[in-house]
């Protein structure tokens, strides 16, 4: 039997994709990693292009939208230069340059031309903005639904680590900061970029000399914003990072808000995100003070280079060089210029922040589950054929605590057909088993069946026990109704589903209808029992029922089992007893197999359980004596085992 050494957790080379998701909390001395032996594919760098070519079906709205804007751009510098002829009319007009009515006459027709390039850049400009709006709500919802694609074809070990609300956040945060960035924010960035190339032009075809002026202010403007985004770039994700912490805190309390309850823990989840909360604000308010700072001196430094150019150009009006409705165009492209150029560090800025966004979504995007795809619908590791359950000196680590070996070169087989019982102390690794027959772990090493025989099997169906149950999904499926019915017929389901205000199409779980332990482990057989599986998983009930709700559940499962071959997680002695063969898993190995009598007879782990755990179960509903019942043990439980 294989001793190797327990996997270890390389962070470089195990889990670079996953550490983003983590939540950190140190419990497990961050020891998030794959099984012995697995390897994560590192994340393809986020290139621009990359990050662009999320937009790639939407070329031709965005080459329209790019189109409006340029229009845009040029009616809006377009104003300023007529502005400017309209005073110099009037100046000149006002000197005796020119009569009136010739005055009058240039300056109405010059307005009309303001209206018409007003009027051309609102309709390019709405344009541009429902063109690209229009592209971004698409490529988001494109990549939204290629990033749930990517995550509900994870292995069930990935969702062992990553936190619920995390996965949610990526879904629907990240993927907006990358639409933003994909469409809206190029587009402005390309606005700005024109807007400023125009500028600049008509500065220095109105004024060489002013322009050199003016540009001699653009390099402390840029490093005053420099600093400003340094400063608060740490501020912003550090205020979203504890945003995100309130939120999963709001998201476990209120999924888990019985337990809460139960240990009236409220005042410490209160507290806990009240604490989330006061840090989100803290970085706020820090962030809020820097702008209050950053935003008066920008503004003191850019109306002081205004004031500075008007100075000058004041001389050179006075000196005959340059007309008064030049300088206030000039002026005006001055600001243009000014404005577009910080707004184009801006958005430099937060495309900056947006690549860590695009990262790990890329990263998620890019992953390759590590086990195949859709290991629910495929034959188990152990079932290479047809109802044949065979695990092979199997080694097994959680993803998530790889090191420890949770089954130590475990054997189990199964022969088609038999009905085989589970038993051991808890822990041992028996519900371990039963998720690696189920494949939703593959063995870290061991014996497993070949990808291609995997996937021509329908896979095993599992009896969840009833506090695993039921809940959170329509009773019905995607089966065909009489396919459906005759499930629940067979799980004696049928009739209070069907007495249910409405019947098989009743939402259960989390929103819906409450139902009853009994209701919810028929629910469970019928949902197994539906694909017609060879292989069936039971665990077997830990609640106690009623007789009436017991009977109905023990038939419900005996009818499901018959033909079948049956693994069952059993904690009844009447479980064991019916079985064909019972294997107690002890340690992560199988320590004895062999017939409820056989073992009994052997006097060994099973003689030793039996007397004091099952025997405990069994007393307190059959009415007898606890004989060796040490009280560890509840009450009876329902008999969830295969006939
Ligand atoms: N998803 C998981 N991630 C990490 N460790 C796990 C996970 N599930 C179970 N374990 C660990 O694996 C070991 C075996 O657990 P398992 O649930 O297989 O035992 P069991 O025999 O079914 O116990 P019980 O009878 O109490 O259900 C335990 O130490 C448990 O803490």
Request: contains cysteine.
């Amino acid at each position: 039997m294989p001793q190797g050494p327990p996997p270890r957790f390389d962070p470089n080379r195990d889990f670079t994709l996953l550490e983003p998701l983590l939540p950190g909390d140190g419990s497990d001395g961050g020891e998030a990693a794959g099984h012995a032996g697995a390897t994560e594919p590192k994340a393809r760098a986020v290139t621009p292009r990359r990050l662009l070519g999320l937009a790639a079906g939407e070329a031709g709205p965005l080459a329209l939208g790019c189109i409006c804007l340029l229009v845009a751009s040029l009616a809006q510098v377009g104003v300023p230069k007529l502005a400017g002829e309209l005073i110099d009319v009037a100046i000149q007009a006002s000197g005796g340059g020119s009569s009136p009515e010739e005055a009058r006459r240039r300056t109405s027709s010059i307005l009309l031309q303001i209206a018409a390039v007003v009027a051309a850049s609102s309709l390019a400009g709405g344009g541009r903005s429902w063109l690209f709006q229009h592209a971004a709500e698409r490529v988001m919802c494109r990549l939204r639904v290629r990033l749930f694609a990517a995550l509900v074809l994870q292995e069930v070990g990935f969702f062992d680590r990553a936190r619920t609300g995390e996965l949610t956040n990526r879904l629907a945060e990240d993927s907006r900061v990358l639409r933003a960035v994909a469409t809206t924010s190029v587009a402005s960035a390309l606005g700005s970029a024109a807007v400023m190339v125009l500028g600049l032009v008509l500065m220095f075809a109105t004024s060489p000399l002013l322009t050199a002026l003016t540009l001699a202010a653009i390099p402390p403007l840029f490093l005053t914003f420099w600093l400003y985004s340094r400063a608060s770039r740490p501020l912003v994700r550090q205020q979203l990072a504890a945003s995100a912490r309130a939120a999963a805190v709001a998201e476990e309390t209120f999924s888990s808000l019985r337990t809460v309850r139960s240990f009236a823990k409220e005042g410490a989840v209160q507290a806990r995100y009240e604490g989330a909360q006061d840090a989100a604000l803290s970085y706020a308010l820090r962030s809020a003070a820097l702008d209050a700072c950053f935003f008066p001196l920008a503004g003191s430094l850019a109306t002081g280079v205004v004031m500075a150019v008007l100075w000058y150009g004041a001389q050179l009006v006075i000196a005959g060089q340059l007309t008064a409705g030049a300088l206030s165009a000039f002026v005006v492209y001055a600001l243009f210029v000014a404005t577009n150029a910080g707004a184009l560090l801006g958005i430099a800025s937060s495309v900056v922040q947006a690549l860590g966004a695009a990262e790990r979504v890329f990263e998620l995007l890019d992953r390759q589950p590590r086990l195949d795809m859709q290991a629910g619908t495929q034959e188990p590791a152990g079932a290479p054929e047809g109802g044949d359950v065979r695990l092979q000196d199997v080694w097994f680590a959680y993803p998530s605590r790889p090191s420890i070996w949770v089954l130590r070169g475990l054997c189990l087989h199964v022969s088609p057909g038999r009905h085989v019982a589970l038993v051991g102390a808890s822990g041992g690794g028996k519900s371990t088993v039963v998720a690696l027959v189920q494949r939703f772990y593959d063995p870290s090493r061991g014996a497993d069946a070949p990808a291609e025989r995997r996937a021509a099997a329908p896979h095993p169906a599992r009896v969840p026990a009833p506090t695993s149950g039921a809940g959170g999904a329509r009773t019905g499926g995607a089966a065909s109704n009489e396919r459906l019915e005759a499930a629940a017929r067979v799980a004696n389901a049928h009739d209070f589903i069907a007495a249910l205000p409405q019947g098989y199409a009743t939402e259960v779980g989390e929103r819906g209808v409450r139902l009853s332990g009994g209701q919810k482990q028929r629910i469970a057989i019928a949902r197994a029992v539906i694909t017609d599986p060879r292989v069936l998983l039971l665990d077997e009930a830990t609640s106690a029922l009623d007789a009436e709700s017991e009977h109905l559940v023990q038939e419900a499962l005996e009818r499901a089992a018959a033909g079948r071959t049956v693994l069952v997680i059993a904690h009844r002695l009447s479980t064991v007893r019916r079985a064909d063969s019972v294997a107690v898993v002890q340690e992560g190995r199988i320590a004895e197999q062999g017939t409820h009598a056989q073992l009994l007879a052997a006097g060994g782990a099973y003689a030793a359980l039996v007397q004091r755990q099952l025997l405990a179960n069994e007393q307190p509903q059959q009415g007898q004596q606890a004989q060796q019942a040490d009280g560890g043990v509840a009450t009876a439980e329902t008999q969830a085992g295969a006939a």
